[in-house]
């Protein structure tokens, strides 16, 4: 099964818990046979917390874990590859809206 994730938070005293429950769905997803979907690569992004968790998943360098839906632009897949690096993760699989 595929499950997308989206939503985000601006910075407040909930945005703590916001991350935190990102990551264990993240976590969870990640030791799950589901793939994850996300769009957004922002740090405010609920779907760059899930990263977070699922790179402390067991499952997290499948490379068919993770479905990335974005526009056609370079900049916005660079900023991609340049979070999937830093969390170590595979590289996901990229389709175009």
Not at 31 to 46: D, G, N, P, T, Y
Not at 53 to 81: F, Y
Request: net charge positive; aromatic share 6%.
């Amino acid at each position: 099964m595929k499950v997308f994730i989206i939503g985000s938070i601006a910075e407040n005293s909930e945005s703590i818990l916001f991350a935190e429950i990102a990551q264990k769905i993240g976590k969870s997803l990640g030791e799950s046979e589901h793939q994850i979907v996300l769009c957004s690569e922002q740090k405010s992004s609920f779907d760059y917390h899930v990263l977070r968790g699922l790179a402390e998943s067991t499952k997290a360098k499948n490379p068919r874990k993770v479905i990335v839906h974005h526009p056609e632009n370079s900049i916005i897949k660079r900023q991609w590859r340049k979070v999937i690096s830093e969390l170590r993760l595979s590289s996901p699989e990229y389709q175009r809206l």
